[in-house]
């Protein structure tokens, strides 16, 4: 039994917990199904990933759990040549990011980075 299956079957009502949020089982599976329609819309087999840990960053990684996707997560504290490296070393399809928490050189560098992958911002 993989996490989605128990996520399934929880009786909770609240899954997950972010700081002083709480995260209901409905919230939680809207997330990901907005993940899983993107991708699937795109047919992505490698989809990169930069972001903070949160709703996003759970929703996308049970997104490419439930529909058998590479998700290749990269950190947050990279430079522009690491990520741009990182997409094109992975053959990354999608770049799913929170351009809110970028560094000043990846803000500055963003056309080099959509020029490996598409950029999909979380909002």
Known sequence: MNLLDLLAHSN?????RLADNRVSKEALRERIN????????????RVGMMLCNG???????LACL????????IPTFFSSQQVSHS?????????ICDTGH??????????????????????
Do not use: G
Request: aromatic share 6%; net charge negative.
């Open 55 to 61: 709703l996003d960053w759970v929703a996308v990684d």
């Open 34 to 45: 907005h993940y899983k329609q993107r991708f699937e819309q795109r047919a992505v087999s």
């Open 102 to 123: 970028l560094s000043d050189d990846l803000q500055n560098n963003m056309a080099n980075l959509a020029s490996h992958s598409p950029l999909v911002p979380t909002k």
């Open 87 to 95: 997409l094109s070393s992975a053959a990354v399809q999608i770049f």
């Open 12 to 16: 909770h009502s609240t899954v997950l």
């Open 66 to 73: 439930a529909l058998n996707i590479c998700l290749i997560p």
